[in-house]
């Protein structure tokens, strides 16, 4: 799961999506609405700003491993048809976690939901990395696990599939390999290319949970910091996303 910019509707799509939504009285006629609407060729206008949000890979906005083809509302249906039509309540998402999701949605007692929408927050806030085994868990908070973190993984086992696990871990190898090179030759142009490359190439994040998080404490990213400050600061901002 990566952190995601939304980018803005079109005016006639948000004039579209606005007025389908004042016709939905219910869960089942939300539901009625949006099945014709998918089909319909104003969605093509929401689909293509949902692609540009996916990236040139078109990584699902979930597991960030499969290819997106679905639209997921992260706020169900089910449990709010206020939101049918809502540009913000939109994901990008392939198949397998569109399905695993369905229509949970757990919250806090407050209301406050406890699954992480990757376009509003970075999910590196609630989640933390292996990086030898590319396995994601929640994020621990002096005497328990972050909430959302834990309830993310719980709807969402497919972040953690072994497949999908095993991607990360690849990333983390290759990124581990040419930080280490960047830092030791921090005057090759290559090792500095190499590197920057993988990091605007990264569909997974794991660069941003180097550059921002706990994985910019490893040994590699500590010598990259010493031995090229300008380096370092570049790969931040190319892992700002």
């Not at 389908?20 to 009285?25: F, H, L, S």
């Not at 997921?72 to 206020?82: E, F, L, M, Q």
């Not at 086992?157 to 696990?165: D, F, K, M, Y």
């Not at 290559?190 to 910019?216: F, H, K, M, N, P």
Request: aromatic content about 10%.
């Amino acid at each position: 799961m990566r952190r995601l910019h939304r980018p803005a509707l079109k005016f006639e799509s948000r004039q579209d999506l606005f007025a389908r939504q004042k016709n939905v009285t219910s869960a089942k006629s939300g539901r009625e609405h949006w099945d014709r609407y998918r089909r319909s060729k104003p969605a093509k206008e929401v689909i293509s700003a949902l692609e540009a949000m996916a990236g040139t890979r078109q990584r699902c906005a979930y597991c960030s491993d499969s290819y997106a083809s679905d639209i997921d509302h992260y706020v169900p249906i089910a449990r709010d048809h206020g939101r049918v039509f809502s540009w913000k309540n939109f994901l990008w998402v392939c198949t397998k976690c569109n399905r695993q999701k369905g229509a949970n949605f757990p919250v806090a007692d407050t209301g406050e939901p406890l699954l992480v929408d990757p376009s509003r927050t970075d999910p590196w806030a609630h989640l933390t990395l292996d990086t030898a085994t590319g396995f994601i868990s929640p994020r621990y908070l002096e005497s328990t696990f972050d909430p959302v973190g834990e309830f993310t993984l719980s709807v969402l086992p497919t972040i953690n599939h072994e497949g999908v696990a095993e991607g990360r871990a690849r990333v983390c190898r290759s990124l581990k390999k040419a930080i280490g090179s960047a830092a030791t030759a921090p005057s090759s142009n290559q090792a500095r290319e190499d590197l920057l490359t993988l990091v605007r190439e990264d569909d997974v994040a794991v660069s941003r949970w180097y550059g921002y998080w706990e994985g910019s404490q490893e040994p590699e990213m500590v010598a990259l910091r010493v031995a090229s400050p300008k380096l370092w600061r570049r790969l931040l901002r190319a892992c700002s996303y």
